[in-house]
């Protein structure tokens, strides 16, 4: 693995938040994340594609509801009906064989992902909502206008108004990617994966996990190109495993 090196991502579905309390009694907000049987269902390569990449698939799905050019893509492949697919740019040192799975051990807690979803849809709304704007005053000077953004333009000159400007409209129902989210704990048997903090969608939504391109993880504890699964291991009698803490408490004065 170089430093140059780039791994393959994975999908993820939502289960939705807790609340857990480490080993220094602090109170850690967390996201429960399920990859729901990932697999490798297609590689490109640069003699054929033109590009290094990975499309992966998640989740289950049946013959009638997909698409004759959908079926024939799965059939072609050699791979099971998956539900979503997503394709992961790679380096040509990670690519991997079509049918290689995807477990959550394919991250290591403490290490930072990024993010990427749909955030909720919120509908049309108002200036103060959409983009935190103070509004009028609650009181004097200010008759059923409370919430209105104020003015929106200048005068005669430009005589218009600028494009891009923020004003009420629909907002929310867009791809946004949360950086730098922090891995607290995997749970191998089930799948699962607990991380700080929120990220965008709803609860049963699919969301796409990779690791961070800021917070770049220690080269030297990731599974490259990814983890396989050792011969004979049960995998439903693994522990969990939770990011290292450290010894020092945080809530202890330092001398």
């Not at 907002?171 to 991380?195: E, F, H, S």
């Not at 490259?224 to 010894?247: Q, R």
Request: hydrophobic share 40%.
């Amino acid at each position: 693995m170089l430093p140059t090196s780039q791994r393959t991502g994975a999908i993820a579905v939502k289960c939705g938040m807790t609340a857990l309390w480490n080993k220094w009694g602090e109170r850690v907000p967390i996201t429960v994340l399920w990859l729901d049987d990932n697999i490798v269902s297609q590689v490109k390569t640069l003699d054929k594609e033109g590009i290094t990449a990975l499309q992966i698939g998640a989740g289950q799905k049946k013959a009638k509801h997909l698409t004759k050019p959908e079926l024939g893509h799965f059939r072609a492949q050699g791979v099971p009906l998956k539900r979503k697919l997503k394709e992961f740019p790679v380096t040509e040192d990670a690519l991997l064989p079509i049918g290689t799975p995807i477990t959550v051990r394919h991250f290591v807690p403490g290490q930072y992902v990024d993010v990427i979803g749909i955030t909720r849809g919120k509908g049309f709304q108002g200036g103060m909502k959409r983009w935190g704007f103070s509004g009028m005053p609650a009181s004097h000077g200010a008759s059923l206008s409370h919430r209105s953004i104020g003015s929106t333009g200048q005068r005669d000159a430009p005589g218009r108004v600028f494009k891009g400007k923020k004003m009420p409209g629909r907002m929310g129902g867009k791809q946004c990617t949360v950086k730098n989210v922090w891995v607290y704990r995997i749970d191998p048997a089930r799948n699962l994966m607990w991380v700080k903090g929120q990220v965008p969608g709803a609860e049963g939504n699919f969301v796409f996990l990779k690791d961070a391109v800021y917070k770049k993880p220690d080269l030297s504890v990731l599974p490259f190109p990814t983890h396989f699964v050792p011969e004979g291991e049960e995998i439903s009698e693994l522990e969990p495993l939770v990011a290292d803490l450290g010894d020092v408490d945080p809530f202890v004065a330092a001398d």
